[in-house]
């Protein structure tokens, strides 16, 4: 089924453990938070459901509740929202890594949950990152793929990014100008798996800008970013 643009961040974590500890821990889980709003009083639960170990990976999705207020006959009215983020943790060959796909925000939230539920520590769970060389190399083996690079890191006094866009991409004395100033921070490029376009920041949150289907974006996630990680 086609959603809206998916968004998702990559975090790594850094005890060693198994899948299968991870579900046995995560199964069934359910926590319930009370918070009052004026004369109100709400339940904010977290529910982790649908978990399942396929091959490398080990999915589920968490439910998580928050309160928003929405204008009612110009009052402002508490209202319960659930979001739903898929997770996903990736046994790699040298590392261990957890997707969560949802904005960064949420992610982060997530992330620092899961930490402190499956580990006991805020610390180990922490963000993936890319090296500005991979990220560099990843765009020199497909340059006319990159539509968007924002550099960052930049040693010009007062400038604390620079950009390329569309045709400049392909100056290349431009490129390698603001490339001796700075470090590649964000590419948009062209998936080789779908043609989606997809936008990437060194610290591993990951955009699509082409509605497709959650599992293509997941995919497209494990195949073209996943090898970039450091």
């Not at 968490?62 to 110009?74: A, E, T, W």
Request: hydrophobic share 40%.
């Amino acid at each position: 089924m086609l959603g809206m643009p998916l968004a998702a961040k990559i975090f790594r974590v850094k005890v060693d453990t198994s899948l299968e500890e991870l579900a046995d821990k995560l199964r069934d889980y359910r926590s319930v938070e009370i918070q009052k709003e004026g004369e109100e009083e709400f339940e904010l639960l977290i529910e982790v459901g649908d978990l399942k170990i396929e091959g490398e990976h080990l999915s589920g999705i968490i439910s998580k509740d928050k309160l928003i207020f929405v204008n009612q006959r110009g009052k402002l009215k508490p209202v319960l929202k659930t979001v739903d983020a898929r997770i996903i943790f990736s046994k790699l060959k040298d590392k261990l890594l957890l997707t969560v796909v949802q904005e960064k925000h949420f992610a982060n939230a997530i992330a620092s949950m899961l930490s402190q539920l499956l580990f006991l520590s805020y610390k180990a769970i922490v963000e993936a990152n890319i090296k500005p060389e991979t990220l560099q190399e990843f765009h020199e083996r497909n340059p006319e793929g990159t539509k968007v690079i924002y550099f960052d890191n930049i040693d010009i006094p007062s400038v604390n990014k620079l950009a390329l866009y569309g045709d400049a991409l392909k100056n290349s004395p431009l490129y390698e100008e603001y490339l001796a100033h700075g470090k590649i921070w964000y590419i948009v490029f062209t998936s080789r798996r779908n043609g989606a376009v997809m936008g990437l920041t060194r610290n591993c949150v990951v955009t699509s800008f082409t509605k497709m289907p959650e599992e293509d974006f997941v995919q497209c996630i494990f195949e073209e970013v996943y090898p970039l990680i450091s």
